[in-house]
T-cell receptor, first 114, second 111 residues
């Protein structure tokens, strides 16, 4: 069974530019999560989807971050415009259902904002 | 948000030694998970705990869901070099589907 796929693996942009990350969850997993992991810290949940609906986005900085999962499968996280403090690894995870707490993570996208 | 405090922050041990680490919070959690993260990779799920007092093993790893539901513990027996990495606890609160990660414990195993 294929794991969670993410692309790109690395991205370097200048501040005020835009960037987008893509995630394809494990096949059949209804719930998808986006996390931000700053160097030296644990992952912080940004947004969670159940199929194509948002369950919780209370920690998503909505003035610059957006995410969508239009068909309930793959998802895109966008930052526009980026700030220096957005430099982090962006992790995507999926679980079979929102009631199933076991989440499986992709390799992440390392973003550097200069 | 919630704070999950892990201790110790880092550990340096000899190969073959046993390891213990814990995760504490001021809030009650409904589910505890333990993950291991290698450099440049996403966290890998090790153990999931769903009931207070539950003790679960996965090979040389054993984790427990604290009776108070405010803490969890992970033990690694007979450590080997590939155990090196950062171990994170994660807790889930059913109300509001809240999910939080701990601060991490960095483990170094000296051959």
């Amino acid at each position: 069974e294929a794991g969670v796929a993410q692309s790109p693996r690395y991205k370097i942009i200048e501040k005020r530019q835009s960037v987008a990350f893509w995630c394809n969850p494990i096949s059949g997993h209804a719930t998808l999560y986006w996390y931000q992991q700053i160097l030296g810290q644990g992952p912080k949940l940004l947004i969670q989807f159940q199929n194509n609906g948002v369950v919780d986005d209370s920690q998503l900085p909505k003035d610059r971050f957006s995410a969508e999962r239009l068909k309930g499968v793959d998802s895109t996280l966008k930052i526009q415009p980026a700030k220096l403090e957005d430099s982090a690894v962006y992790l995507c995870a999926s679980s079979l259902d929102i009631a199933i707490r076991e989440q499986y993570f992709g390799p992440g996208t390392r973003l550097t904002v200069t | 948000g919630q704070q999950l405090n892990q201790s110790p922050q880092s550990m340096f041990i000899q190969e073959g030694e046993d390891v213990s680490m814990n995760c504490t919070s001021s809030s009650i959690f409904n589910t505890w998970l333990w993950y291991k993260q290698d450099p440049g990779e996403g966290p890998v799920l090790l153990i999931a705990l769903y009931k207070a007092g539950e003790l679960t093993s996965n090979g040389r790893l054993t984790a427990q869901f604290g009776i108070t539901r405010k803490d969890s513990f992970l033990n690694i027996s007979a450590s080997i070099p590939s155990d090196v990495g950062i171990y994170f606890c994660a807790g889930f609160i059913n109300t509001g589907n809240q999910f939080y990660f701990g601060t991490g414990t960095s483990l170094t195993v000296i051959p």
